[in-house]
């Protein structure tokens, strides 16, 4: 009876062992524990390796259970500014004066032609009261164009046109009056490339003037800055220069021959085609050439720059004035022409200048205008 006792007592001992050695990994028997080293040096055992794997499960379950943390705060980071960074200014859009500038040259000339009786064709420029008392069809703008705008403000112009204007009588006679000028207030809702405020393409596009036209006096009229042609030349069949010139002008004009015998390798230039004129006559050629008794063309690469006059003989038989400003450069003892340039040469620094006073006649009347005939 004891004997069994001490056998459970016994048998119970060994099972909590059994259990404890299934928890804590108990170690195997000293001669297992030792393991050669591998090849590296290191020594492993089976608790160490345990230990290992322990620590490798915490970290995997520690990463799962921050990666919620860690997108909330790349999510907070991403949606600041980053810093030390300039975030691009987009550039401003200088507003465009061309539909303005078209609405008052409309404007204008129907207000020209309107008179007593149909002020009504005014109601699509301006829409204020309006009571005109001259005859409709007294006035005419033959032609007009924009010579001046500016912005009084935002969206706010202040446009002036110039229109030649005729006039008839009650015979219906017609007289040129001349050139006038009329400043107009236009007032847009459109975008700034139509000469609004408004910062979407797609918005609204009108115009309205503020008042009828004003009649203001003409520009002052200026003489032009000193040219950079000192030297004369004048029309010789002698000198290289003006032949060159006369020989390129004639087939750029007339198409007397091709462009190519005159011009420098790799230009690029079109003679007027069909051809203007039937002859073409210089009258006058001046150069910044330092001596105009030069008739040797110097070394290769010299430039030359010529203010060319010209009479072109038309279809008609009637001569025209012309002028060109050419560029001439030596090549193989021979000018050649390497450009008709877009304006004639000044001098640096040159300016212009207020122009004498002029009697204003009806052959002065583009400089200072007629009174309105209304």
Do not use: C
Request: hydrophobic share 35%; glycine share 8%; aromatic share 6%.
């Amino acid at each position: 009876m004891k004997r069994a006792r001490r056998q459970r007592k016994s048998d119970k001992k060994k099972q909590f062992v059994d259990a404890e050695a299934w928890d804590e990994e108990v170690e195997e028997p000293q001669d297992t524990l030792a393991a050669e080293p591998d090849e590296t040096g290191w020594k492993t055992s089976t608790a160490h390796l345990s230990g290992i794997t322990r620590l490798v499960r915490l970290g995997a379950w520690a990463l799962v259970a921050s990666g919620p943390v860690f997108g909330v705060l790349a999510l907070l980071g991403s949606s600041g500014p980053a810093q030390g960074v300039t975030e691009p200014v987009a550039a401003a859009t200088p507003a465009s004066q061309t539909g303005p500038a078209g609405f008052a040259e409309l404007f204008v000339a129907a207000y020209l032609q309107a008179g007593q009786g149909t002020e009504r064709e005014l109601a699509p420029y301006y829409s204020g009261s309006v009571a005109l008392s001259v005859k409709p069809g007294t006035r005419t703008a033959t032609q007009s164009t924009v010579i001046a705008s500016r912005e009084v403000q935002p969206g706010y112009w202040s446009i002036t046109v110039a229109a030649d204007v005729t006039t008839q009588d009650d015979n219906g006679k017609a007289k040129r009056v001349g050139v006038q000028y009329f400043r107009v207030g236009i007032q847009t809702t459109s975008p700034a490339g139509a000469g609004g405020t408004a910062k979407s393409a797609a918005a609204t596009t009108g115009y309205a003037a503020t008042s009828l036209p004003a009649q203001v006096a003409a520009p002052t009229a200026l003489q032009p800055g000193a040219l950079a042609y000192e030297s004369e030349r004048g029309s010789s069949s002698t000198d290289p220069a003006v032949e060159t010139a006369r020989g390129f002008l004639s087939a750029y004009l007339a198409g007397t021959s091709e462009l190519d015998r005159y011009t420098s390798p790799g230009t690029s230039l079109q003679a007027i085609r069909p051809a203007p004129y039937t002859a073409v006559k210089v009258t006058g050629v001046r150069d910044d050439s330092p001596s105009s008794g030069q008739q040797k063309v110097p070394a290769d690469g010299t430039v030359l720059h010529q203010l060319v006059q010209v009479d072109a003989t038309d279809q008609a038989g009637s001569p025209v004035s012309l002028s060109y400003a050419l560029t001439l450069k030596s090549r193989a003892g021979r000018w050649e022409v390497a450009s008709v340039d877009d304006a004639p040469a000044i001098r640096a620094s040159s300016a212009p200048s207020a122009a004498p006073h002029i009697t204003p006649t009806l052959d002065a009347v583009a400089i200072t205008p007629t009174p309105s005939s209304s």
